[in-house]
């Protein structure tokens, strides 16, 4: 499971989206479609860039921290209390967007929040996690329809993104918290028209082992319709446990099928998640285990300047043991969350504010929220500020 705790097809198609969502925008010079972000945080839409003889380089970056206040702290992880303070993002993007040879790198530290988990600091979880170069690739792009990127990727699964300014909420989901993140390895991409296809070798959970396959399918119906399936599984074994996730998450299959609607001044993406877990009995799992969710991500627009973003989510689990199971809450655990957050931006600078409610259901006894482990819900508050540059 993710500690506070996608691929770049879904994200091409997530960040479309969002770009046609703002209409009052659509006259604007287009941003860089990475790093990705679904809004309704807008990217610099003149990023700066230098000629360093190859062609053209760009660069930006995010600086933001948060404050937040909970109910039921664990006080598990540093900086899980009540309250307190933190740098969000404290992040350089450099990239070269054109001709055979590209790249990107993105560099920096981070927080990661998530609903239903408990907060880590950036100084700790960075470190612990993907390290100060979170994502970095060298993409090979032989024609407009045909790409290869190799290093550091986004995941292909899920609907929502790994850092807060790429997403409508400040926390990520429960879905996303049993989905990868960042995974290594090599990816294939086809876009043409409407489809787009990407396949991927890669480390899944970022095990450091080269035996996850993932995929994503992505089609456009038109400007306002677009539907995708995205899968991804281990062909091998992986025993090795990280900071970022159990081992037994790595062995793993996951799909997702993620539908987007987008109507200015409506951007609504109801996605289904399916996850199960091998039974594997070298690696001590001794029971199969799966679960399956639900959950709809919506943003309205009432200006250039306000919107107002929610999320809704259903997750419940079965199988698995008393030590092994999908769901972080224990086996046979259920949860469900709500999340609401008005965003305003002007120009490069942002604010915006979050209050989200999770609540468990079966969950075993020391795998709840509370300093003693034995609360059923907790209630988060979060402001997030600072420049998208």
């Known amino acids: 499971m993710k500690i506070s705790t996608m691929g770049l097809g879904i994200a091409t198609a997530l960040a479309l989206s969002a770009s046609l969502a703002q209409a009052d925008t659509a006259a604007a010079p287009a941003p860089l479609a990475t790093p990705a972000m679904t809004g309704p945080l807008t990217a610099n839409?003149?990023?700066?860039?230098?000629?360093?003889?190859?062609?053209?380089?760009?660069?930006?970056?995010?600086?933001?921290?948060?404050g937040y206040y909970q109910s039921n702290p664990t006080h598990g992880f540093p900086g899980n209390g009540s309250s307190g303070l933190d740098l969000s993002n404290g992040q350089a993007f450099i990239e070269k967007t054109d001709g055979l040879i590209q790249f990107y790198v993105q560099a920096g530290e981070y927080s990661l929040p998530s609903v239903g988990a408990g907060y880590v600091r950036s100084s700790q979880l960075t470190s612990h996690t993907f390290g100060v170069v979170p994502v970095g690739y060298l993409k090979i792009a032989p024609s407009d329809s045909w790409s290869i990127e190799?290093?550091?990727?986004?995941?292909?699964?899920?609907?929502?993104y790994t850092f807060t300014f790429e997403n409508m909420n400040i926390e990520r989901g429960l879905l996303w918290n049993q989905e990868p993140a960042i995974s290594r390895g090599v990816q294939v991409n086809y876009a043409s028209g409407p489809l787009s296809i990407s396949l991927?070798?890669?480390?899944?959970?970022?095990?450091?082992?080269?035996?996850?396959?993932?995929?994503?399918?992505?089609?456009?119906?038109?400007?306002?319709?677009?539907?995708?399936?995205a899968a991804g599984g281990n062909f091998g074994k992986s025993g090795?446990?990280?900071?970022?996730?159990?081992?037994?998450l790595n062995n793993s299959d996951i799909y997702?099928?993620?539908?987007?609607?987008?109507?200015?001044?409506?951007?609504?993406?109801?996605?289904?998640?399916?996850?199960?877990i091998h039974k594997e009995s070298s690696l001590f799992i001794?029971?199969?285990?799966?679960?399956?969710g639900f959950g709809v991500?919506?943003?309205?627009?009432?200006?250039?300047?306000?919107?107002?973003?929610?999320?809704?989510?259903?997750?419940?689990?079965?199988?698995?043991?008393?030590?092994?199971?999908?769901?972080?809450?224990?086996?046979?655990?259920?949860?469900?969350?709500?999340?609401?957050?008005?965003?305003?931006?002007?120009?490069?600078?942002?604010?915006?504010?979050?209050?989200?409610?999770?609540?468990?259901?079966?969950?075993a006894p020391g795998l709840e929220f509370g300093s003693a482990f034995d609360k059923d819900s907790q209630t988060r508050v979060m402001v997030e500020t600072g420049f998208v540059l």
Do not use: C, M
């Not at 839409?45 to 933001?64: C, E, L, Q, T």
């Open 200 to 229: 991927s070798l890669n480390d899944g959970y970022y095990s450091n082992r080269y035996n996850w396959v993932s995929g994503l399918v992505s089609y456009a119906f038109d400007s306002t319709n677009t539907l995708a399936f």
């Open 297 to 363: 991500l919506a943003n309205y627009t009432f200006s250039p300047t306000w919107n107002l973003s929610g999320r809704v989510e259903y997750e419940t689990s079965s199988g698995g043991n008393f030590f092994q199971f999908p769901l972080g809450y224990g086996q046979g655990s259920k949860a469900w969350s709500f999340t609401v957050t008005p965003t305003w931006q002007f120009n490069r600078f942002f604010i915006r504010g979050e209050l989200s409610y999770t609540t468990l259901d079966h969950a």
């Open 286 to 292: 001794f029971n199969s285990s799966s679960d399956w």
């Open 150 to 160: 190799i290093g550091k990727l986004p995941t292909l699964i899920g609907a929502e």
């Open 256 to 276: 997702n099928l993620i539908y987007t609607y987008t109507s200015a001044p409506w951007l609504i993406t109801p996605y289904v998640q399916y996850q199960t």
């Open 45 to 66: 839409p003149a990023p700066s860039s230098f000629d360093a003889g190859i062609g053209n380089i760009y660069y930006g970056g995010v600086i933001s921290g948060l």
């Open 240 to 248: 090795t446990s990280t900071f970022v996730t159990p081992y037994y």
